[in-house]
């Protein structure tokens, strides 16, 4: 897609200041690396962009791209979902609103950096996904669109949290934790709303939150009892156990009643409350009585996350779409999250450069 030589005189109205600068970012992207129309529209989707504002970088990256099919694509027909959203498209009328027009406020650096241009255009192995999963839209479910995202380990075929070589990306969207680290270092609720240490800091009592599991069954003091009791026993394949551990000896732990646990440890350890944050909750109600490593919830999880597990296709992909009944203030910012696995470095820098992935990270071998 060619750059406009003319400018253009009428400026125009951006939400604020932040989507314009992505849209600036946009246009920049698009030109260096001859954006057709579709990648345009896709990634303007991705970014949250008003209909104005896509428009305008439409208009400065140049109307005519003979990569284009005669047929008019929404801006997401190449994310993967195949899904009919009220997305743009390249119409692009005020009579037709796009789901992301009022997501100017949000924070859009998981999104940003999606394009493969910027200063930092991947995220590092340190960032953590669960700031693109679980983008808070205010309450309401006004942004919308698909994530893609690559998986640099390849299919395990995996996606129980608490086994080695589960799928990590599923750890943060399809399942949630008793306590969480938000982008700025500090101590979240998540399964647990609240908790407090006894005097001489050898006992932790945390008092559990009111939250379903997306088959709609109650999460209780059974499911964080049940899910340490897993971790702990010698024959699942897990990494965990260290987590529940002091100075090489388990933790103690028991249910109060269905809304409060107890935790005991022999001598005060500061980063007991950090493990804690470490470890995905897994329901009894499914899996108790059965062998966790080889369950068939193993490729079908049920979690009490911001998405629900929609669909594995081996070696391809897999997918969430969001829980529109998820039990936090505030729904997921994206309507899904499509994981596929890309191994090696110079193809998912292929993939970013296209468009097919939104996100990737780089290894040290990259």
Known sequence: MRMKEETVDERPEF??????????????????LNYNRRQVLKRAAVLGLSAPAIAAVLAACGDDDDDDDDEEPTATEETGGGEDEATPTEEMTDEDPTATEESGDADPTATEESGGG???????????PEATATEDSGGSASGGGIINVSSTAGDSGILNPILVGSETWTDYTIFSRLVYFDDSGSLQPDLAESWTFSDDDLELTMNLATANWHDGTPFTADDVIFTFDTIAADDTDTSLRGRLQVAGEFIGWEKVDDATILLTVSEPFAPLVFSLSLIPIIPMHILDGQDVNTSDFNLNPVGTGPFVFDEWVPDSNFTASRFDSYWRDGLPYLDSVEFRPITEAPQRLAALTTGDIDITHTTDTD
């Open 15 to 32: 939400q604020d200041e932040q989507e314009e600068q992505r849209a600036s970012k946009l246009v920049a992207l698009a030109t260096s």
């Open 118 to 128: 910027g200063d930092d255009a991947t995220p590092t192995e340190e960032d953590e």
